[in-house]
């Protein structure tokens, strides 16, 4: 019996040892494991990626007085952008957008239409923002970089993929010149919202020689139409005035029930300091989309920039297919014509295909 108790009592110990050893690694484990998580992004914190890849030529683009060869060169740019989103509350959002590409900055691009990244190679911060609630039904944000319209409503449910035609006519109204914003929205019920919004400067906030710009939005959603009304007042750079550009645009769609929907804008815009008789432009667009296949059509009408109240008109058309090869990549060509109102330059015809990846 002694010698039983004797190997049991041995046995117990060297139990004891390999556990103690055991609990050690694993207490070594979760340190190294707490590190890792300390560096890694939080649990609320979500990350999205996209590339585009254009290709494509326009004829007519870049010809000037004496010059009699356009833009014609087939050309290829990438754009490349990650967001990052961060929610502390499960109800408010921080928003980083990182970016890089080498399409022209001053839209000199013949891909310009496609309004892709530009700037270097090298990611850099595009916009910042921080979106939090007010009570149930008020919502607010400031940023930088941000459009002041972020938290507006338009009615439009076309989705072409041209710079020029793809805000729906309201062009100016939504403001969008950058730089330090806050805005607010409210949400009363039944499809019902309403927003402010302001941008300006990052140096001279709403000061007397920074340009500021201030809108309004109302909108009512119905589950096949909406309505949208929005106002824009602009600082104007005329010093000898200190007139105010203002605008005022109605947009509105309706989707039928086969994947057809049409949607049209219009904008009335008051240029400060301009003569009585080059003082008011406008803008406007009408647009048509629907589901082929597997992916979407669309084809669109509208003014090139505002039209200036005694000038020429200037419109463009555009036709576009957006395809889906999968569920990251998107396949879009666009053909579109851009009407030039100086004498003796050609109207621009631009042919061109968008690879998008997101994932």
Same mark, same amino acid.
């Given at each position: 019996?002694?010698?039983?108790?004797? @190997?049991?009592?041995?046995?117990?110990?060297? %139990? =004891?040892?390999?556990?103690?050893?055991?609990?050690?690694?694993?207490?070594?484990? @979760?340190?190294?494991l707490n590190n890792i998580e300390a560096g890694s992004f939080?649990?609320?914190?979500?990350?999205?990626?996209?590339?585009?890849?254009?290709?494509?030529?326009? /004829?007519?683009?870049?010809?000037?007085?004496?010059?009699? @060869?356009?833009?014609?060169?087939?050309?290829?740019?990438?754009?490349?952008?990650?967001?990052?989103?961060?929610?502390?509350?499960?109800?408010?959002?921080?928003?980083?957008? &990182?970016?890089?590409?080498?399409?022209?900055?001053?839209?000199?691009?013949?891909?310009?239409?496609?309004?892709? #990244?530009?700037g270097s190679d090298a990611l850099t911060v595009d916009g910042?923002?921080?979106?939090?609630?007010?009570?149930?039904?008020?919502?607010?944000?400031?940023?930088?970089?941000?459009?002041?319209?972020?938290?507006?409503?338009?009615?439009?449910? *076309?989705?072409?993929?041209?710079?020029?035609? /793809? +805000?729906?006519?309201?062009? #100016?109204?939504? &403001?969008? #010149?950058? !730089?330090?914003?806050?805005?607010?929205? $409210?949400?009363?019920?039944?499809?019902?919202?309403?927003?402010?919004? *302001?941008? !300006?400067?990052?140096?001279?906030?709403?000061?007397?020689? %920074?340009?500021?710009?201030?809108? =309004?939005?109302?909108?009512?959603?119905?589950?096949?139409?909406?309505? %949208?009304?929005?106002?824009?007042?602009? +600082?104007?750079?005329?010093?000898?005035?200190?007139? #105010?550009?203002?605008?005022?645009?109605?947009?509105?769609? $309706?989707?039928?029930?086969?994947?057809?929907?049409? %949607?049209?804008?219009?904008?009335?815009?008051? &240029? !400060?300091?301009?003569?009585?008789?080059?003082?008011?432009?406008?803008? $406007?667009?009408?647009?048509?989309?629907?589901?082929?296949?597997?992916?979407?059509?669309?084809?669109?009408?509208?003014?090139?920039?505002?039209?200036?109240?005694?000038?020429?008109? @200037?419109?463009?058309?555009? =036709?576009?297919?957006? *395809?889906?090869?999968?569920?990251?990549?998107?396949?879009?060509?666009?053909? *579109?014509?851009?009407?030039? =109102?100086?004498?003796?330059?050609? +109207?621009?015809?631009? &042919?061109?295909?968008?690879?998008?990846?997101?994932?």
């Amino acid at each position: 019996m002694s010698a039983l108790a004797n @190997e049991v009592t041995i046995s117990d110990f060297t %139990s =004891a040892e390999q556990i103690a050893v055991t609990s050690s690694r694993v207490d070594g484990l @979760e340190v190294r494991l707490n590190n890792i998580e300390a560096g890694s992004f939080s649990e609320t914190t979500t990350a999205s990626f996209s590339a585009d890849f254009a290709i494509g030529a326009v /004829d007519g683009k870049g010809i000037s007085s004496g010059v009699t @060869e356009g833009d014609e060169d087939v050309q290829a740019v990438y754009g490349f952008q990650i967001d990052l989103n961060t929610s502390f509350t499960g109800e408010d959002s921080l928003d980083v957008s &990182i970016d890089a590409g080498n399409s022209a900055a001053d839209g000199s691009s013949a891909l310009a239409e496609f309004d892709l #990244n530009t700037g270097s190679d090298a990611l850099t911060v595009d916009g910042i923002s921080y979106t939090f609630p007010l009570g149930d039904n008020l919502t607010a944000i400031v940023g930088d970089n941000v459009d002041g319209s972020a938290l507006f409503t338009t009615a439009c449910a *076309y989705g072409g993929p041209s710079n020029t035609l /793809d +805000d729906c006519g309201n062009v #100016n109204a939504a &403001i969008t #010149n950058g !730089g330090a914003m806050a805005g607010a929205s $409210y949400d009363f019920g039944n499809g019902f919202t309403a927003a402010i919004g *302001y941008a !300006g400067p990052e140096d001279k906030i709403m000061t007397k020689e %920074s340009l500021d710009a201030y809108g =309004a939005n109302v909108a009512y959603s119905a589950d096949n139409y909406g309505i %949208s009304l929005t106002y824009g007042s602009i +600082d104007s750079d005329d010093t000898a005035t200190g007139e #105010n550009n203002t605008y005022t645009a109605l947009n509105a769609y $309706y989707a039928f029930d086969n994947g057809l929907s049409i %949607s049209g804008g219009y904008e009335l815009g008051e &240029i !400060g300091g301009a003569a009585v008789t080059a003082d008011e432009s406008t803008n $406007y667009f009408l647009g048509i989309s629907a589901e082929a296949g597997p992916g979407s059509i669309g084809a669109a009408l509208g003014t090139s920039g505002g039209q200036i109240e005694g000038s020429e008109e @200037e419109l463009m058309y555009e =036709a576009y297919y957006s *395809y889906p090869i999968n569920d990251g990549m998107t396949i879009t060509p666009l053909v *579109y014509v851009k009407e030039q =109102a100086t004498a003796g330059t050609p +109207d621009q015809t631009g &042919i061109m295909v968008k690879t998008s990846f997101s994932f």
